[in-house]
């Protein structure tokens, strides 16, 4: 089975604080992503990676940064945290010969700004 | 990517079917059409995909009719641990990294 775990269940971060969230996945995907998932809104896709020190902008980039320093590890960045970055963080992977679109995804990391 | 709509929420009960139609007016030639279900405190989780007529697998069928501008995900026989929240999604290959899941059907199924 493919597992795609994440650092933490839960976080609470204060405003400011950079922060650092962690995804790993063991199937040697080539492609990773990170999605926020906020209630009303759906998921949306913030980054994304094909290959290693490969990375692309989804579709809410602002506020974030990424790095893949090794393929089966991804980290999303919150350089400066804000109270509006407060949400749910899944991140998923997926192999270049997969279906199209058959993404597997970690548990998420529940991140609090106060 | 083609947009896609699906109606907000569904309640069913154990032991039914339940339907979920996705409609996708402007799906592409080469665009899948793809689900997936989430549970709360989970992500989500790919359970079937298909291209045109129908696909089954262990979890669900997939209906697609021929003009394939609308697709229906039936679940045979639900249980409580059914009650999820199903996406549907359309694209292909090359906007794999585009995926967008919007609000998706809420299906709640009750004793």
């Known amino acids: 089975d493919v597992k795609v775990t994440q650092s933490s269940r839960y976080l609470v971060k204060r405003t400011g604080e950079k922060v650092f969230l962690e995804c790993v996945q063991d199937?040697?995907?080539?492609?990773m992503f990170w999605y926020r998932q906020d209630p009303g809104l759906g998921l949306r896709l913030i980054y994304f990676s094909y290959d290693v020190k490969m990375k692309e902008k989804g579709d809410i980039p602002e506020g974030y940064s990424v790095s893949r320093e090794k393929k089966e590890r991804f980290s999303l960045i919150l350089e400066s945290a804000s109270t509006n970055q407060t949400s749910m963080y899944l991140c998923?992977?997926?192999?270049?010969?997969?279906?199209?679109?058959?993404?597997?995804f970690g548990p998420g990391t529940r991140l609090t700004v106060t | 990517l083609a947009k896609t709509t699906q109606p907000i929420s569904m309640d069913s009960y154990e032991g039914q079917e339940v339907n979920i139609t996705c409609s996708h007016n402007?799906?592409?030639?080469?665009?899948?059409i793809t689900w997936y279900q989430q549970f709360p405190s989970q992500g989500p989780r790919f359970i079937i995909q298909?291209?045109?007529t129908k696909v089954t697998n262990e979890v669900a069928s997939l209906f697609i009719p021929a003009d394939r501008k609308s697709s229906t995900l039936s679940l045979p026989r639900v249980s409580l641990s059914d009650t999820a929240v199903y996406y549907c999604?359309?694209?292909?290959?090359?906007?794999?990294?585009?995926?967008?899941f919007g609000a998706g059907t809420t299906v709640t199924v009750r004793a």
């Open positions: 998923a992977s997926s192999g270049a010969g997969a279906l199209p679109r058959e993404q597997y």
């Open positions: 199937m040697d995907h080539e492609n």
């Open positions: 298909g291209y045109k």
């Open positions: 999604l359309v694209g292909d290959k090359t906007n794999d990294y585009k995926l967008s």
């Open positions: 402007n799906i592409a030639t080469n665009d899948y």
